[in-house]
């Protein structure tokens, strides 16, 4: 028996691309790092000059990129999509002639956009427009059109940002 570790390369991993650990990240910590950056710099250029423009992005970088990250291992895409696929047809806007299938890519557009997103600060209705947009670039065979499937997003948005500690997207939930 070999004592080699074996590398996952299931769809949820998450590898990271420099280690090949699990449970990576990048596209939380990227937007956390962006979004606290150019906060960071503002309010540094404000205070400090050009320096603390500097001095600011960095930290605000570093401490945004922290923010992203959590906000993304907070959601397992896994146990988010357990629950939608035993609780969707409880839900009100749900067609009943409609399967778990159909609805899937529109859950996932919301747990996903909400780790891509939510750290940016930006309300639902901000982001829509790149929900849909990812919606209909990764529906596959579903045939629930935005219209109908915005409704699953937003749920599966909201599941997520209650589930994350602080309000993000300063919206009161």
């Known amino acids: 028996m070999s004592d080699d570790k074996k590398t996952v390369h299931e769809p949820d991993a998450n590898l990271d691309p ?7 990240h990048p596209v939380g910590t990227g937007i956390g790092a962006a979004s606290a950056g ?6 540094g250029g404000a205070i400090g000059g050009p320096v603390g423009a500097v001095v600011g992005a960095v930290v ?3 401490s945004g990129g922290l923010v992203g990250k959590g ?8 146990v988010e999509d357990a629950y939608w696929q035993s609780n969707y047809s409880s839900r009100p806007y749900v067609d009943t002639s409609a399967s778990y299938e159909d609805y899937q890519p529109a859950y996932r ?4 956009g909400y780790s891509r997103y939510g ?3 930006k309300q639902f209705h901000e982001i829509e427009p790149d929900l849909q947009r990812d919606y209909e670039t990764n529906r596959g065979k579903s045939n629930v ?3 109908k499937a915005k409704h699953a997003t937003r749920d599966a948005w909201d599941r997520v940002e209650r589930a994350v500690p602080g309000d993000i997207d300063k919206d009161g939930r």
């Open 71 to 78: 906000v993304a291992e907070a959601i397992d895409p896994t």
């Open 60 to 62: 605000g970088s570093f």
């Open 119 to 121: 750290a940016t600060g």
């Open 38 to 43: 150019a906060a960071g710099a503002a309010i």
């Open 18 to 24: 420099l280690s090949g650990e699990t449970g990576a």
């Open 109 to 112: 557009t919301g747990y996903e």
């Open 145 to 147: 059109t935005w219209e």
